[in-house]
C-alpha cells in the first residue's frame, strides 16, 4: 500500500498534464478524481517552475495555454457556482454592445463576489433564485459555457441598473440597435420580463422599445 502511495505521490508534470489538460482549468478536486493521493506541495512546486498560474484558492490554469476569451468564459463560470455569465459580457457575446469587456460580468445566487486573478477579473451579481434562469449551456471551443441568451442579457442588465433610467443613459449604453431589430424575441423577451415582475424594469423596456422603434423609422 505504501508503494502505491510513493508512485502517485511522485507522478510527473508530463503525465499530470496529460491526464487533466482536457480540464483547461482544474481544480483540486478536479486532481484528486484522476490522483486521490495527489500531494498538493507538487502544485507550489510547479507554480515556481512557471507550468502553472494559480487563479484563486484551489483553482488552477496550465500556463501555456492560451487565454482566449472562451476561456475566460468557461473559468467565470468555474470559480464561482451557479452562476452564468450576463450584463456587459452576454452583451458583448450577442453583439449588442461594440465595447469590448475588460471584466466577465456573470449573475449567481450567491452572494455578490470579485475575484482577481492574474488572467483577469471576475465579477458576480447577486440574483433571487427564482430569476436564474434564461441561459443556454454553449460549446465554445469544446468547453461548456452557461451564457445568458440575448433577452435575458438585456433584462440582467436593466434590472441591476441603479437609479434612474432615461432615453440618453439607454443610449449611451450604444446598444445595436440593428442587431436588436434582427434578432430579439420580443415575445421571450415579455415572458421572461413576466418572472420579475418588476415595474421598473417594465419602465425600462418601454424606453428600450420607444429607442427602437425609433431606429426602426431610420
Do not use: C
Not at 480540464?23 to 500531494?39: G, Q, T
Request: no cysteine; proline share 4%; net charge positive.
Amino acid at each position: 500500500m505504501l508503494k502505491i502511495t510513493i508512485i502517485r505521490n511522485n507522478i510527473s508534470y508530463l503525465s499530470f498534464k496529460s491526464n487533466l489538460s482536457i480540464f483547461k482549468i482544474f481544480s483540486l478536486e478536479d486532481i484528486r478524481k484522476v490522483y486521490p493521493n495527489f500531494d498538493s506541495r507538487r502544485l507550489i512546486e510547479w507554480q515556481q517552475k512557471g507550468y502553472l498560474v494559480k487563479l484563486i484558492n484551489k483553482w488552477y490554469l496550465f500556463s501555456d495555454i492560451p487565454v482566449t476569451e472562451n476561456l475566460l468564459f468557461r473559468i467565470s463560470n468555474s470559480l464561482y457556482h451557479p452562476s452564468y455569465l450576463s450584463l456587459e459580457s452576454a452583451l458583448a457575446f450577442h453583439r449588442l454592445i461594440p465595447e469590448a469587456v475588460y471584466s466577465q460580468q456573470a449573475v449567481t445566487t450567491l452572494k455578490s463576489k470579485v475575484y482577481e486573478t492574474p488572467v483577469g477579473s471576475f465579477r458576480y451579481r447577486r440574483m433571487k433564485p427564482e430569476l436564474f434562469f434564461g441561459y443556454q449551456v454553449l460549446h465554445l471551443e469544446g468547453l461548456p459555457v452557461l451564457m445568458a441568451d440575448r433577452e435575458k442579457a438585456i433584462l440582467d442588465y436593466l434590472y441591476f441598473r441603479a437609479g434612474k433610467t432615461t432615453e440618453a443613459e439607454l443610449e449611451s449604453l450604444r446598444l445595436n440597435f440593428y442587431e436588436l431589430l434582427q434578432t430579439l424575441d420580443r415575445q421571450k423577451l415579455e415572458q421572461y420580463m413576466a418572472v420579475f415582475a418588476n415595474p421598473t424594469l417594465e419602465r425600462r423596456v418601454q424606453i428600450l422599445y420607444k429607442l427602437l422603434s425609433h431606429a426602426d423609422a431610420t
